[in-house]
Every structure is written in C-alpha cells, then in structure tokens.
C-alpha cells in the first residue's frame, strides 16, 4: 500500500496527532498568561513613552512571526513595521532611528543576525525588549526589557520544528498589541481607518452624503403638483418614490409605490387627484453626516427602502434608497 494511501489506524493516529499538538499549543498560551508579570507593563511603557515606531524583527519562523506581530500592531494603532534580521545588517539598519523600539524575537535568544543589530540599534539611543524562550541567553540579557515565551515543549514529535514556541511568541505579540490598543483609546472608528478597504471600513467610514442622489438624481415635485406629475416624476428618476417639498424646499412628504397601491383603492380619478392628498406627510429622514450603516437600520426599523436626507433646516439635501446602499456594499 502507498504510504500517501490512508488507512484506518492512520487515519486515528493522525487525529489524536493533531489533537495533541493543540493541547500542547494550548497549555503552553496557558502558562504564558500565568507568568504576564511586572516586564510587561515596562514593555508597554517603553513603547508608549517612544517618539518613533516600533520594529519588529527576527529570523526564520521567528521572523514570520514578527512580520504578523508588526502588522497587527500596525492596523491598531502603534506604528510599526517589520526588519529583518539579515538584511538589517546589510544596510536596512539605516531604518531604525534612536527614537525608535525594537522588539527582537528569538527562541535559543542566540541568533547571531540579531545580536549583531542590538548594540548598534542601543548605541544610537533606540530600546529593545525581546522576546525569547531563554532569560539566560545573550539577546535577553541585551534587553532593556526580557519577555520571557519559553514553552514546555514543542508540538512536533520530535521536538525540533518551532510550534508552540511560535505560537508562544505570537500569542505574546497581539497581548503587547491589544494592551497598547487599549493605553490609546483605539476604537472601531481608528481601526476602520486603518482598514477601508475592508467591510468594517465600510460600515464605520462611508456616510450618507457619500452615497444619497443629488440634484437632478432625486425624484422631487412640489406640493401643488398632481398626483399624474408626481408619478411622472417617479418614473423618471426610478426611485419607487417621488419627495414633495414646499415653497422653502422643506420635505413636506414622500410618495413610494406603496402609497400608489393604496391610492389606487381609495380614490377614483387618479389622474384629477393632487400628490399632496395621497402622499405621506412627514416621513422619516436622515442627516447627510450620519453614516450610511445608520440609513440602514432606519430603514429595517421603519420598514422602508427609502429615505429623504434633509438639511439641519429641513431643507432636502438628497434622496437614498436600499439599492444605493447595496451598492455602496454597506448592506
């Protein structure tokens, strides 16, 4: 039998092996969490004290898990950036200044690519926390502050490939990342900016004005005009509705398909009929500002897909509808 072919007891054995190595990941976050002491509110000190950024640096997996951790502190917050190890020593050392913090990320705290950049980093004036699974090793004893990521084990049966020592490290990472979150007051609108490309970017950034029809768009008519001109109106601007405003551009009221239906039942000759008899008078309406996720839940709550936006004064400032919003991709 191929050894790429499954059996069974392979098949077991390869459940209980990967059960394992998330228990040994698990207990070795756990124990981390238990020794979280006074080093790391000097590591977040340090870095909410620094005028620079925060670089963060390492070699091998250990490199891949800072260029995460860099990240990470980056979209919330804390400016940041990844170096590698190697290439700093090859000119890209040049992008660390005195005002900067760098946290080196090592397991042995051996590597020799890192303890080549921490003198000279200290030597300009920059700090450097660092983050290994020996305190007793030369790139701990380096640091202004040591967070210790030791871990039992590694997950790898045979004890060798980086596991829960990475995941140790990273785990350590978004700790330093989410307490540095919480020092700045970083909310859901911060992290929306640093994300406007995504769904929450969406939601938290886009506004109203940003995406309600102005001008020649919006199906207006005023309140002396019949119901046949009104729909007319409707049609051409293909809203479902048509806003009916007073002398001064206040919205008076609002005429949606809906209130079509029940004219239609109610009065006789439509076409001898004036809008302002059939409309909706005061509709619900939104202020440009606001943001668009709020036109939505306007729109659930009232049972509506569409909404007039009105000025401070009352004056209509532009018209919005569902469809507009599903465009918008805030819906």
Known sequence: MSRAQSTPSSAGHSIELARRVLHIEADAITALARRIDGAFERALALILASRGRVI????????????????????????AYFVHAAEAVHGDLGMITHDDVLIAISNSGSNDELLTIVP????????????????????????DVHLDASVAEEACPLNLAPTASTTAAL???????????????????????????????????????????????????????????????????GMGMVLIVDAARHVVGIFT????????????DLRAAAVAEVMTRQPHAIAPERLAVEAVEMMERFKTYVLPVTAADGTLAGALNLHDLFRAKVV
């Open 56 to 79: 963060v640096s390492g070699i091998g997996k250990s490199g891949h898990v800072a260029r995460k951790i860099a990240a990470t502190m980056a979209s919330t917050g804390t400016p």
């Open 120 to 143: 000279l980093v200290k030597r300009q004036g920059g700090k450097l926390i660092a983050i290994t699974g020996n305190p007793d090793s030369p790139l701990a004893r380096e640091a």
């Open 171 to 237: 785990a350590l990472g978004d700790a330093l990342a989410v307490a540095l979150l919480d020092a700045r007051g970083f909310d859901a609108e911060d992290f929306a900016r640093s994300h406007p490309g995504g769904a929450l970017g969406r939601k938290l950034l886009t506004h109203v004005r940003d995406v309600m029809r102005s001008g020649d768009a919006m199906p207006v008519v005023n309140e002396a005009a019949t119901l046949a001109e009104a729909l007319l109106e409707m049609t051409r601007a």
């Open 257 to 268: 398909d809906g209130d079509l239906r029940r004219a239609i039942e109610r009065v006789g």
